[in-house]
Nanobody, 129 residues
Framework: QVQLVESGGGLVQAGGSLRLSCAAP????????MGWFRQAPGKERDIVAA????????YYADSVKGRFTISRDNAKNTVYLQMNSLKPEDTGVYYC??????????????????????WGQGTQVTVSS
């Protein structure tokens, strides 16, 4: 499994922006779709956004559409989550994960947490009102 490292979390006021990064030091995930998940206190870990291995197909949860953008730079072996217009309900620990399968092109529905087999340790995002 690829070990992933997230960074970029922090405390921000509502309406602000953060950019999360996910890297795999010494390894590559360029053949894997990638996802960002969020876990709020006392709640399940839910998908926020996902991107296919080429970067041409993306998925967004309804709650973040139009505010968050997922992207990847395979040359830098890094996946990003640009978060704009943040709301207090965006607060949680954000996890990066790599698809268990290679070369996934798209998702017919919501990406499933079970599709992902490598996880980072998470980065805390706190949005104050």
């Amino acid at each position: 499994q690829v070990q992933l490292v997230e960074s970029g979390g922090g405390l921000v006021q509502a309406g602000g922006s953060l950019r999360l990064s996910c890297a795999a030091p010494g390894r590559t995930f360029s053949n894997s779709a990638m996802g960002w998940f969020r876990q709020a206190p006392g709640k399940e870990r839910d998908i926020v956004a996902a991107i296919n291995w080429r970067g041409g197909s993306k998925y967004y949860a309804d709650s973040v559409k139009g505010r968050f953008t997922i992207s990847r730079d395979n040359a830098k072996n890094t996946v990003y989550l640009q978060m704009n217009s943040l709301k207090p309900e965006d607060t949680g620990v954000y996890y990066c994960a790599a698809d268990k399968s290679y070369f996934r092109q798209y998702w017919s529905g919501s990406p499933l947490i079970g599709d992902f087999g490598s996880w980072g340790q998470g980065t805390q995002v706190t949005v104050s009102s």
